[in-house]
């Protein structure tokens, strides 16, 4: 078994909140939306972002004062290892890509407990598959963009990151990873953290029917695996901070994929619960 961080290089690279009922997108008719920027030719801003986060990774977090170490560790995938693991399982996928994973801290060590059997694990432990790769264009141990088509691909709080005038490719290279599912988890709201420029880190911030309308046009040219997206929007006011969470899937699947309510916006959760999640 591969194993990142043991980590494969990039070889094999709320107040409150509550969960809306799926919101299946297989049927809806498909706009064309064909953007004229592709992997191959990135848009300026693009190009400008992974800089930004390249800065990042090696400086840390100016602003807070956080340091590199903990800046984008890739931690934010411990909170929905329980949904994966569903996953994996349906689907018995054997290989899982994380695009976006940060620094993969999360599979370094065993970080996740197993109460039934009084034990931690780690994450490829837990889902059951024999192959790990994590991506990350940003970090350079993961940057390069792995060839290989995988069962399973993740992507974590990731596609907020990105232009929106590039979303087109890379929701296509997301797809055209994954044999079997995609799984990815999107926040629809202003990030507390900011680039190195100022700029907040959130740079797409699109309503659920904006990413529905994405994810059919997506899945009118990828239609072989399976997509599970959770959309976390607010609601209510500034004042009251809560969210909501949406799950938007395509094909009609008999698995149900369900993500436990937080209360403080998704992009905290991870950070505040210590190194171990309890499954």
């Known amino acids: 078994m591969r194993r990142v961080g043991r ?15 799926f919101v299946h997108c ?4 498909a706009r064309s939306n064909v953007s004229i920027y592709s992997r191959e030719n990135p848009s300026p801003r693009y190009r400008e972002l992974v800089r930004q986060y390249q800065l990042m990774h090696q400086q840390g977090d100016v602003h807070s004062g956080m340091p590199a170490e903990h ?6 995938v411990l909170s929905h290892a329980k949904i994966i693991k569903s996953l ?12 976006g994973a940060g620094k993969g801290d999360a599979y370094r060590a065993p970080c996740v407990s197993i109460r039934a059997e009084a034990r931690q694990c780690t994450l490829d432990e837990l889902w059951g598959i ?27 709080d990731v596609l907020e990151h990105c232009p929106a005038e590039d979303m087109s490719w890379i ?7 994954a044999g079997k599912f995609v799984y990815a988890s999107v926040a629809c709201f202003a990030a507390h953290k900011r680039l190195t420029n100022g700029e907040n880190a959130h740079c797409t911030v699109r309503p659920v029917p904006w990413w529905r309308e994405r994810l059919a046009e997506t899945a ?8 599970y997206f959770l959309l976390t929007h607010a609601v209510g006011g500034p004042e009251t901070q809560l969210y909501r969470s949406t799950i938007v899937s395509g094909k009609h699947s008999q698995i149900k994929v369900e993500q ?6 998704p992009g905290e959760v991870a950070a505040a619960g210590g190194t171990a999640r309890h499954v």
């Open 260 to 265: 436990s309510p937080v209360t403080r916006p």
């Open 71 to 76: 800046t984008f560790a890739g931690r934010s």
């Open 220 to 227: 009118s040219r990828h239609p072989e695996p399976h997509y």
């Open 171 to 177: 929701l296509d290279e997301l797809f055209g990873l």
């Open 130 to 156: 024999q192959s790990l790769t994590c991506y990350d264009p940003g970090y350079p141990p993961f940057a390069m963009l792995p060839r290989d088509r995988f069962d399973a691909v993740i992507c974590i």
């Open 88 to 99: 994996c399982e349906h689907f018995q996928a054997a290989t899982l890509l994380d695009y």
């Open 7 to 21: 980590p494969a290089a990039a070889a094999p690279i709320s107040r409150r909140a509550g969960i809306e009922p």
């Open 26 to 29: 297989g049927a809806q008719p």
